[in-house]
């Protein structure tokens, strides 16, 4: 609610009168790291942190949009040649722009807007902004005719053609699609997708974040998609998902160790995804915690993205007797993600924060999430 009032109140301060409200959700993915790009799954869901704005057309053809977090504001036209300077505005260009070109209308507006989602925890605060945008824009301007998928692809076109990032679809996907107390299985081969129920009673979804980002020399995400590719083309597959061990065991001799571990870890990675699906139709969270802890000791061991500090946190979660935890995210720092049983939970933190410190000189940060709906339109 304090979010609401204070772009209210800032948004009649400069623009005189009142628009309507929309927000978008980051994300956390419970578990299937580096899947995306090898055709397997992700199973992702929209957390209660948003990006929330108020917008309102005024009649010309010019953005007019002030960031309360940042404290700056930009204008600009809807033509190619209009993109603005900052680099916080280009993804509302960007959305923009992604939305004309797919044919849809897009005309000037007013909008203030201002998020709860973490800043640098790997929980998708960009795709979350997309998202809020695109589904208002879609709203204000096209009578909601835009599906959703596109709303999520143009997103990721943005990031792509705007901002310099070759994401996957999974972020802006689950900031459009998110749905309370459900996570969703998508198959990022098919683009289908399913979803699970997670409302784990007696259970909190807690991030443990590092705020530890290693600055590395080359690109290790770009090396670890080259491996995967290699070992999918001596399979003869278009990518790692419909290899089995037993099909990667056999071409041991012909492909080097970093290769093979990699493929090990994205086979092996796209089989928990399915057993974690499975575990909670049961409502099995043991099995769900289980699996996760086998995706920390993947990244951390054969596919090589985690560090020195998120390997402390994981060994940490386990010594007190958390029933998940993992790295989330890309690697090399950010945040662990935990499923701990709510007796656990004050005795889990304070050990974090006071361990952690005495090691590495400052506390973590700690995010309590709720699984919760993704882009809508605000009463």
Known sequence: MELKEKISKTFEERFGTEGTFYASAGRINLIGEHTDYNGGFVFPGAID????????????????????????????????????????????????????????????????????????????????????????????????????????????????????????????????????????????????????????????????????????????????????????????????????????????????????????????????VLDVCEALNAGDYDTVGRCMYATHNGLSKDYEVSCEELDFLNDLARECGVTGSRIMGGGFGGCTINLVKNELLDSFLAKARTEFKAKYGHEPKVYEVIISDGARKLE
């Open 49 to 272: 942190k948003v990006i929330m704005a108020e917008i309102k057309a005024n009649g010309t053809d010019t953005v007019r949009v002030f960031s309360i977090d940042i404290n700056d504001y930009a204008e600009f036209g809807l033509n190619e040649e209009d993109a603005p300077e900052q680099s916080w505005a280009r993804y509302i260009f960007g959305v923009c722009r992604e939305t004309i070109k797919r044919g849809g209308t897009v005309k000037g507006f007013d909008a203030v807007f201002a998020g709860n989602v973490p800043l640098g925890a790997g929980l998708s605060s960009s795709a979350a902004l997309e998202s809020c945008f695109a589904f208002a824009v879609n709203d204000m301007f096209n009578d909601n005719s835009i599906d959703k998928f596109e709303l999520a692809r143009i997103g990721q076109s943005t990031e792509h053609n705007y901002c310099g990032v070759n994401c996957g679809i999974m972020d802006q996907f689950a900031s459009v699609f998110g749905r309370k107390d459900h996570l969703m299985r998508l198959d990022c081969r098919s683009m289908e997708y399913e979803y699970f129920p997670f409302k784990p009673e007696g259970y909190t979804l807690v991030l443990v974040d590092s705020v530890v980002k290693h600055e590395l020399a080359d690109s290790p995400y770009n090396k670890r998609r080259a491996s995967c590719e290699r070992v999918a083309k001596r399979l003869g597959l278009d990518t790692l998902r419909d290899a089995t061990m037993e099909m990667l065991d056999a071409v041991k001799s012909d492909i080097t160790a970093e290769d093979y571990f990699r493929a090990k870890f994205v086979i092996e990675e796209k089989q928990r």
